[in-house]
């Protein structure tokens, strides 16, 4: 296979990213960008005026010589757009969340293995250099054993009117947590109000509970006044925080640990030790062209995406247990 040939569909606010990407990939053709908005249209004609745009995602299928379709489209298009595609024997790249239920979501991963095709989710954090940091230093044991991880994704807007905060911002730190620890949650709990539209959750603390009595913390809100993207991970030796809006220090490590020897004394039982903070060097890259160029390789290779269908699986089992836990008020729900 000489150049990879992909279509883009939905190129609208994250969208027009991964066209950008896509198209200044030098083993990617781009055929065809595929919107349904004509202001959309018009911007990547101007832009890539040697791009094909329509708004007939059927003129995207019917192309024999297009190897893949990248989509970027609202959430609950995902599972028709993806299983028609995966029908054409088409390689899929699709956004997070995969598709709004457990149900589709497995149905894609069947789908995608019975005709032999990638299927690829857009959980960008995997490839991020500063989450390859932390897994690398959980699987090698820098920081012990894990206890517990939390993370903090809040900012004034994007205000959604079509998904809550939850389904909206969860998924990057679901599927980082998930890739940390290395399992799923046994019971999930969460909790969330509807202030500014009915129904639609605004702000969300969500709680994954695993068998070996790991936990993690979610606190997500688009009605916050700090913008913070920030995850925790605590463990028995040190302690590690992934700061996102840092533009350099992304990563720090605490030599902190909290140690409980066998004494008879109960005063002397817990000695806490205070170490330096390291700030390692981390080699940036751009997460998005990290991801994008993994799904070229996988493409042309075979291989399963880091973040596959199985990936996207598992982290809308998790969404799908939060959102009944939301309908019951924060009562804890066991995946199944």
Not at 29 to 58: F, G, K, M, W
Request: glycine share 6%; charged share 25%.
């Amino acid at each position: 296979m000489s150049q990879v040939q992909i279509a883009c569909v939905g190129a609208g606010y994250w969208g027009k990213n991964l066209v950008r990407v896509f198209h200044d990939l030098p083993d990617v053709h781009l055929r065809q960008v595929c919107d349904a908005s004509p202001e959309i249209r018009s911007a990547i004609q101007s832009q890539y005026p040697e791009v094909p745009v329509t708004a007939n995602y059927d003129e995207v299928l019917d192309d024999e010589a297009l190897d893949a379709v990248v989509l970027a489209v609202p959430a609950a298009e995902h599972y028709e757009l993806a299983r028609r595609a995966l029908e054409r024997g088409k390689h899929v790249y699709v956004e997070k969340p995969m598709t709004l239920d457990a149900a589709t979501s497995a149905h894609l991963v069947e789908l995608a293995a019975e005709r032999d095709r990638v299927l690829m989710v857009g959980h960008l954090l995997k490839y991020h250099p500063a989450v390859h940091m932390l897994h690398d230093l959980v699987g090698e044991g820098a920081l012990g054993d894990l206890y517990y991880l939390y993370s903090q994704r809040v900012n004034l807007g994007i205000v959604r009117s079509d998904e809550n905060a939850l389904w909206s911002l969860a998924p990057h730190d679901i599927s980082v947590i998930l890739y940390l620890l290395g399992q799923e949650p046994d019971a999930v709990s969460a909790r969330g109000e509807c202030y500014l539209q009915p129904d639609i959750e605004d702000v969300v603390f969500a709680n994954l509970h695993f068998a070996d009595g790991k936990m993690a913390q979610m606190q997500l809100s688009w009605l916050d006044p700090h913008r913070i993207r920030r995850l925790t991970v605590v463990g028995s030796r040190k302690m590690a925080v992934f700061d996102d809006v840092e533009s350099t220090e992304k990563v720090r490590i605490y030599d902190k640990s909290a140690e409980r020897p066998q004494y008879d004394s109960y005063g002397d039982s817990i000695a806490l030790r205070f170490g330096d903070v390291v700030i390692p060097r981390l080699q940036m890259a751009e997460p998005l062209k990290l991801e994008c160029q993994h799904f070229v390789e996988c493409v042309r290779t075979g291989q399963a995406p880091r973040s596959d269908g199985h990936d996207g699986l598992r982290v809308v089992r998790v969404l799908e247990a939060a959102q009944e836990s939301l309908r019951q008020a924060g009562a804890p729900v066991p995946l199944r």
